[in-house]
């Protein structure tokens, strides 16, 4: 598995921006997908996850109305949906994918996840 961020830019509050995960070493069909963000001098944070079989989503509180996660399992990708962006959404982000033997439940826990990719920089100005 090798994963893929991107999608990452320079927005103003209240804008928008869809970020992409790929596998380039092979399918994520088979794998649940979460992100994470971590912002300068803060800890990696969970954003959202989803289900390999997509009707389980979890979503952090703070993102929750204005991000959605979905998955195109035809072109292996996983999105973020990032609408009403604000100054505190400022971080990279990065996402990553649990091995088949993890729990759902556990995909709101870095410490679940087998594979991550190189993030993506996010930057909401004011």
């Known amino acids: 598995v090798q994963l893929q961020a991107s999608g990452g830019g320079l927005v103003q509050t209240g804008g928008s921006l869809r970020l992409s995960c790929t596998n380039s070493g092979g399918t994520l069909r088979t794998n649940a997908v979460g992100w994470f963000r971590q912002a300068p001098g803060k800890e990696r944070e969970f954003v959202s996850s989803i289900s390999w079989s997509a009707p389980n989503k979890y979503y952090t509180d703070s993102v929750k109305g204005r991000f959605t996660i979905s998955r195109d399992n035809t072109k292996n990708t996983v999105y973020l949906q990032m609408d009403n962006l604000k100054p505190e959404d400022t971080a990279v982000y990065f996402c990553?994918?649990?091995?088949?033997?993890?729990?759902?439940?556990?995909?709101?826990?870095?410490?679940?996840?087998?594979?991550w990719g190189h993030g993506t920089l996010v930057t909401v100005s004011s």
């Open positions: 990553a994918a649990q091995s088949r033997d993890k729990t759902f439940y556990s995909s709101q826990y870095a410490y679940a996840y087998n594979y």
